[in-house]
């Protein structure tokens, strides 16, 4: 079976928006006057299972006192921050590749069917546990 080198190129045009899409989650983006903004978005992982449904959020270097997280309207909130580590008045960034200050990331969810049962800072990472009800 040939293959057709349009459908190649789209397949690429496609992963290369993906990736853009991905980056454009992960690293900084400019501060919107007034107000507020999160700088950056942390990846997730969600599983679900008949009774639960459990999200990893990658938070590496973030304390847990700066992590906030609000369920409203049908949507969940992770919202904090990560500092930008002190290494001496004499340092230069060779390279930044790891996102600081604010972040915050919006999950849809039917909040209504379930319940937070458990959330704790593990290895870097949120992990929230919800229970389904009903």
């Not at 993906?18 to 983006?29: G, P, S, Y």
């Not at 049962?117 to 229970?131: K, P």
């Amino acid at each position: 079976m040939t293959r057709d080198p349009r459908n190649l190129m789209w397949a690429e045009a496609c992963a290369l928006l993906d990736r853009a899409e991905q980056l454009h989650r992960q690293f900084f983006e400019p501060a919107r006057e007034g107000g507020r903004h999160a700088r950056w978005e942390p990846p997730i992982d969600m599983f679900e299972t008949e009774r639960q449904l459990r999200i990893i959020v990658a938070l590496p270097g973030v304390v847990p006192e700066a992590v906030q997280v609000q369920t409203e309207g049908g949507i969940l909130t992770i919202v904090g921050s990560r500092a930008m580590p002190s290494c001496g008045e004499n340092t230069k960034i060779v390279r930044l590749e790891i996102p600081y200050g604010s972040f915050e990331r919006r999950i849809a969810l039917q909040l209504n069917r379930l319940r937070l049962d458990q959330r704790e800072l593990v290895n870097g990472c949120l992990v929230l546990t919800f229970v389904k009800l009903g």
